[in-house]
């Protein structure tokens, strides 16, 4: 039998200079709210703009969403069957399957982690929702940029984004403009 010698520490290096890891998965938060911080009202979204449902399909499709489990609730089934799902509960032996791939737990950092792990091939992955779960996001420092379509216009609601800790993110570039929104991405300068 053919015994290789163990490859010594320059042919490590090397190896790993020509085939280096592909860098982790950013981590996006996606949200559209309101001047008035309303993101969500009575358990659904307090606005119907179609370009902006559009848009997050164009960016999450395919991807791996992590949500909370109001959230999850509120998504109409379908939405599942194109992303992986990341659903955050206390309780995630409660939740009802939806879509083909689906990963639950309750710890936001280890579902982050295990969507970056798994899913780091499209590069990025997102936190989708609601204002819990991004509070918990932000206030961990798990989040890497928000793309924000910021709603031109103010609505009544009873769910709110959290406030972003001051000098986390930079002033924002907004990247396409609607007539009810412009999308925001806000990147993020303290680094992890
Ligand atoms: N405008 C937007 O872009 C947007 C996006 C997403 C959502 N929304 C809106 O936001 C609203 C929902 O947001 P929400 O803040 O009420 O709920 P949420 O963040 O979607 O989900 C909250 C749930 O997450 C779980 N959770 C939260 N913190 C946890 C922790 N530390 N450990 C384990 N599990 C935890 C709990 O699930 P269990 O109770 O199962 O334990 C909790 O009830 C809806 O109105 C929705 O339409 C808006």
């Known amino acids: 039998m053919d015994i290789k010698p163990p490859l010594t520490r320059e042919e490590v290096a090397?190896?790993?200079?020509?085939?280096?890891?592909?860098?982790p998965a950013k981590v996006v938060l996606i949200t559209a709210r309101s001047p008035n911080g309303v993101?969500?009202?009575?358990?659904?979204?307090?606005?119907?703009?179609?370009?902006?449902l559009q848009h997050f399909k164009r960016v999450t499709t395919g991807k791996a969403l992590i949500v909370g489990s109001r959230t999850y609730r509120s998504m109409p089934a379908i939405v599942w069957q194109t992303r992986i799902a990341h659903v955050l509960s206390r309780n995630w032996q409660a939740l009802e399957v939806h879509g083909n791939e689906h990963h639950f737990a309750s710890c936001l950092a280890g579902l982050v982690n295990s969507a970056r792990h798994n899913y780091a091939a499209p590069g990025e992955v997102y936190i989708g929702g609601g204002a819990e779960v991004y509070a918990l996001a932000l206030q961990l420092g798990l989040v890497d940029e928000m793309l924000i379509s910021e709603i031109h216009q103010n609505y009544i609601g009873d769910v709110f984004f959290p406030p972003v800790p001051e000098g986390m993110f930079d002033a924002g570039t907004v990247e396409a403009e609607y007539?009810?929104?412009?999308?925001?991405?806000?990147?993020?300068?303290?680094?992890?």
């Not at 090397?14 to 860098?23: D, G, Q, V």
Request: glycine share 6%; no cysteine.
């Open 39 to 52: 993101i969500g009202m009575e358990g659904n979204l307090p606005w119907m703009i179609r370009e902006d």
């Open 179 to 192: 007539p009810e929104f412009n999308v925001v991405r806000y990147r993020r300068l303290v680094a992890n």
């Open 14 to 23: 090397e190896r790993a200079r020509l085939n280096p890891p592909p860098p």
